[in-house]
Protein backbone atom coordinates (compact mmCIF):
# COMPACT_ATOMS: atom_id res chain seq x y z
CA UNK A 1 0.00 0.00 0.00
CA UNK A 2 0.72 3.26 -0.02
CA UNK A 3 3.12 5.15 2.52
CA UNK A 4 4.99 8.30 3.34
CA UNK A 5 7.89 8.59 5.82
CA UNK A 6 9.34 11.40 7.23
CA UNK A 7 12.31 12.63 9.36
CA UNK A 8 12.72 11.62 13.05
CA UNK A 9 12.54 14.62 15.42
CA UNK A 10 12.70 16.72 16.49
CA UNK A 11 14.48 19.22 14.33
CA UNK A 12 16.19 21.97 16.74
CA UNK A 13 17.06 25.25 15.08
CA UNK A 14 17.89 29.05 15.72
CA UNK A 15 16.00 31.65 14.72
CA UNK A 16 16.90 32.91 10.97
CA UNK A 17 17.98 29.55 10.39
CA UNK A 18 17.36 27.35 7.35
CA UNK A 19 15.00 24.60 7.25
CA UNK A 20 14.67 21.18 5.17
CA UNK A 21 12.00 18.79 6.78
CA UNK A 22 12.62 15.59 4.45
CA UNK A 23 9.39 13.24 3.15
CA UNK A 24 9.58 10.32 0.78
CA UNK A 25 6.50 8.42 -0.34
CA UNK A 26 5.54 5.13 -1.91
CA UNK A 27 2.83 5.06 -4.34
CA UNK A 28 0.57 3.76 -6.90
CA UNK A 29 -0.45 6.05 -9.81
CA UNK A 30 0.09 10.01 -9.18
CA UNK A 31 -1.45 10.92 -5.42
CA UNK A 32 -0.80 14.78 -4.55
CA UNK A 33 1.44 15.32 -1.83
CA UNK A 34 0.46 17.95 1.10
CA UNK A 35 2.28 19.36 3.85
CA UNK A 36 -0.09 19.83 6.83
CA UNK A 37 0.85 21.94 10.17
CA UNK A 38 -0.31 21.19 13.65
CA UNK A 39 0.36 24.18 16.51
CA UNK A 40 0.26 22.83 20.30
CA UNK A 41 -3.58 21.81 21.04
CA UNK A 42 -5.14 22.78 17.69
CA UNK A 43 -6.25 20.98 14.53
CA UNK A 44 -3.90 20.21 11.28
CA UNK A 45 -3.76 23.16 8.78
CA UNK A 46 -2.91 23.01 5.47
CA UNK A 47 0.08 24.70 4.65
CA UNK A 48 1.14 23.77 0.83
CA UNK A 49 0.44 21.02 -2.02
CA UNK A 50 1.57 19.77 -5.17
CA UNK A 51 -0.37 18.38 -7.85
CA UNK A 52 1.39 16.84 -10.24
CA UNK A 53 5.53 15.85 -10.92
CA UNK A 54 7.81 19.20 -10.72
CA UNK A 55 5.08 21.00 -9.51
CA UNK A 56 6.14 23.73 -5.94
CA UNK A 57 3.78 24.10 -3.28
CA UNK A 58 4.33 27.31 -1.50
CA UNK A 59 3.36 29.53 1.66
CA UNK A 60 4.40 31.67 3.98
CA UNK A 61 7.66 31.21 3.47
CA UNK A 62 7.76 27.18 3.07
CA UNK A 63 8.30 25.55 -0.50
CA UNK A 64 8.37 22.22 -1.28
CA UNK A 65 8.78 20.69 -4.76
CA UNK A 66 7.08 17.40 -5.86
CA UNK A 67 9.93 15.29 -7.06
CA UNK A 68 8.58 11.86 -9.02
CA UNK A 69 11.75 10.39 -9.71
CA UNK A 70 12.89 10.52 -5.99
CA UNK A 71 9.88 9.98 -5.13
CA UNK A 72 10.04 13.10 -2.22
CA UNK A 73 8.47 16.03 -1.33
CA UNK A 74 10.98 17.62 0.70
CA UNK A 75 10.03 21.27 3.27
CA UNK A 76 12.05 24.11 2.92
CA UNK A 77 12.09 27.57 4.35
CA UNK A 78 14.60 30.02 4.16
CA UNK A 79 14.73 31.48 7.69
CA UNK A 80 12.36 30.28 10.32
CA UNK A 81 10.96 32.21 13.18
CA UNK A 82 10.26 30.86 16.51
CA UNK A 83 5.90 30.91 15.53
CA UNK A 84 6.82 28.35 13.05
CA UNK A 85 7.66 26.34 16.14
CA UNK A 86 4.96 23.23 15.38
CA UNK A 87 4.36 19.39 14.17
CA UNK A 88 5.00 19.80 10.42
CA UNK A 89 3.06 16.33 8.24
CA UNK A 90 3.59 14.86 5.38
CA UNK A 91 0.54 13.80 3.19
CA UNK A 92 -0.55 12.16 0.12
CA UNK A 93 -4.15 11.70 -1.75
CA UNK A 94 -5.73 8.27 -1.81
CA UNK A 95 -8.71 7.34 -3.10
CA UNK A 96 -12.42 9.47 -2.04
CA UNK A 97 -9.48 12.05 -0.95
CA UNK A 98 -8.48 9.65 2.31
CA UNK A 99 -5.03 10.96 3.12
CA UNK A 100 -1.92 8.83 4.15
CA UNK A 101 0.13 11.09 6.88
CA UNK A 102 3.62 10.43 7.64
CA UNK A 103 4.38 9.95 11.59
CA UNK A 104 5.37 13.82 11.81
CA UNK A 105 8.11 16.02 12.94
CA UNK A 106 8.29 18.50 15.43
CA UNK A 107 10.19 21.63 15.10
CA UNK A 108 11.21 23.59 17.57
CA UNK A 109 13.17 27.01 16.83
CA UNK A 110 14.73 28.96 19.67
CA UNK A 111 15.31 32.71 19.53
CA UNK B 1 -16.28 30.39 2.57
CA UNK B 2 -16.76 26.75 4.44
CA UNK B 3 -15.97 26.12 8.41
CA UNK B 4 -16.31 23.29 10.38
CA UNK B 5 -17.21 23.27 13.62
CA UNK B 6 -16.45 20.32 16.28
CA UNK B 7 -17.45 19.79 20.07
CA UNK B 8 -16.85 19.08 22.94
CA UNK B 9 -13.52 20.63 22.72
CA UNK B 10 -12.39 18.37 25.59
CA UNK B 11 -13.94 15.61 27.40
CA UNK B 12 -12.90 13.76 30.33
CA UNK B 13 -15.03 10.16 30.52
CA UNK B 14 -14.78 6.95 33.02
CA UNK B 15 -13.95 3.66 31.36
CA UNK B 16 -17.14 1.93 29.99
CA UNK B 17 -19.23 4.97 29.32
CA UNK B 18 -20.69 6.29 26.38
CA UNK B 19 -19.06 8.55 23.24
CA UNK B 20 -20.77 11.10 21.24
CA UNK B 21 -18.65 13.68 19.17
CA UNK B 22 -20.33 15.75 16.73
CA UNK B 23 -19.01 17.78 13.57
CA UNK B 24 -20.44 19.86 11.19
CA UNK B 25 -19.40 21.91 8.38
CA UNK B 26 -20.95 25.04 6.80
CA UNK B 27 -20.66 26.90 3.56
CA UNK B 28 -20.39 23.30 1.51
CA UNK B 29 -22.86 20.48 0.44
CA UNK B 30 -22.07 17.20 0.26
CA UNK B 31 -18.68 17.18 1.18
CA UNK B 32 -16.54 14.08 1.94
CA UNK B 33 -15.93 13.85 5.80
CA UNK B 34 -13.82 11.92 7.46
CA UNK B 35 -12.55 11.28 11.22
CA UNK B 36 -8.91 10.89 12.40
CA UNK B 37 -7.57 10.21 15.71
CA UNK B 38 -4.36 10.93 17.15
CA UNK B 39 -2.95 9.29 20.27
CA UNK B 40 -0.04 11.26 22.68
CA UNK B 41 2.69 11.38 20.77
CA UNK B 42 2.30 9.59 17.49
CA UNK B 43 0.62 9.97 14.26
CA UNK B 44 -3.05 10.01 12.64
CA UNK B 45 -5.02 7.58 12.06
CA UNK B 46 -8.18 7.41 10.05
CA UNK B 47 -10.54 5.82 11.43
CA UNK B 48 -13.95 6.59 9.39
CA UNK B 49 -14.97 8.28 6.20
CA UNK B 50 -18.25 9.01 4.63
CA UNK B 51 -19.29 10.14 0.76
CA UNK B 52 -22.93 11.01 2.04
CA UNK B 53 -25.84 10.63 4.37
CA UNK B 54 -25.35 7.28 5.42
CA UNK B 55 -22.78 6.15 3.82
CA UNK B 56 -19.94 5.13 6.57
CA UNK B 57 -16.66 3.21 5.67
CA UNK B 58 -14.46 1.86 8.42
CA UNK B 59 -10.91 2.30 8.14
CA UNK B 60 -10.37 0.26 11.62
CA UNK B 61 -11.87 -2.63 13.31
CA UNK B 62 -12.74 -1.29 17.38
CA UNK B 63 -15.54 -0.06 19.47
CA UNK B 64 -16.16 2.85 17.97
CA UNK B 65 -18.67 4.02 14.98
CA UNK B 66 -19.42 6.49 12.91
CA UNK B 67 -22.83 7.93 11.58
CA UNK B 68 -23.92 10.67 9.18
CA UNK B 69 -27.61 11.52 9.83
CA UNK B 70 -26.86 14.72 7.96
CA UNK B 71 -25.67 15.96 4.57
CA UNK B 72 -23.08 18.09 7.17
CA UNK B 73 -23.16 16.92 10.00
CA UNK B 74 -21.18 13.31 10.58
CA UNK B 75 -20.71 11.81 14.20
CA UNK B 76 -18.17 9.76 16.03
CA UNK B 77 -19.49 7.09 19.11
CA UNK B 78 -18.80 4.12 21.16
CA UNK B 79 -20.93 2.00 23.51
CA UNK B 80 -18.38 1.36 26.29
CA UNK B 81 -15.32 3.44 26.09
CA UNK B 82 -11.78 2.16 26.53
CA UNK B 83 -8.53 3.37 28.36
CA UNK B 84 -7.08 3.37 24.77
CA UNK B 85 -9.95 5.60 23.01
CA UNK B 86 -8.11 8.43 25.03
CA UNK B 87 -6.46 10.80 22.10
CA UNK B 88 -7.43 13.86 20.26
CA UNK B 89 -9.93 13.41 17.81
CA UNK B 90 -10.39 15.43 14.23
CA UNK B 91 -12.92 15.78 12.13
CA UNK B 92 -12.27 17.08 7.97
CA UNK B 93 -13.88 17.58 5.63
CA UNK B 94 -12.35 17.44 1.45
CA UNK B 95 -13.12 19.89 -1.63
CA UNK B 96 -11.29 17.88 -4.72
CA UNK B 97 -8.60 16.47 -3.10
CA UNK B 98 -7.57 18.14 0.10
CA UNK B 99 -8.96 18.45 3.15
CA UNK B 100 -9.31 20.91 5.82
CA UNK B 101 -9.45 19.74 9.59
CA UNK B 102 -11.88 20.99 12.69
CA UNK B 103 -9.99 22.10 15.62
CA UNK B 104 -10.39 18.87 17.35
CA UNK B 105 -11.91 17.21 20.43
CA UNK B 106 -9.54 16.07 23.30
CA UNK B 107 -10.69 13.01 24.94
CA UNK B 108 -8.96 11.47 28.22
CA UNK B 109 -10.61 7.77 29.30
CA UNK B 110 -9.80 7.31 33.06
Known amino acids: GNSVTQMEGPVTLSEEAFLTINCTYTATGYPSLFWYVQYPGEGLQLLLKATKADDKGSNKGFEATYRKETTSFHLEKGSVQVSDSAVYFC??????????FGKGTMLLVSP | SQTIHQWPATLVQPVGSPLSLECTVEGTSNPNLYWYRQAAGRGLQLLFYSVGIGQISSEVPQNLSASRPQDRQFILSSKKLLLSDSGFYLC?????????FGPGTRLTVL
Open chain 1, 91 to 100: ALSETYSTLT
Open chain 2, 92 to 100: AWSEADTQY
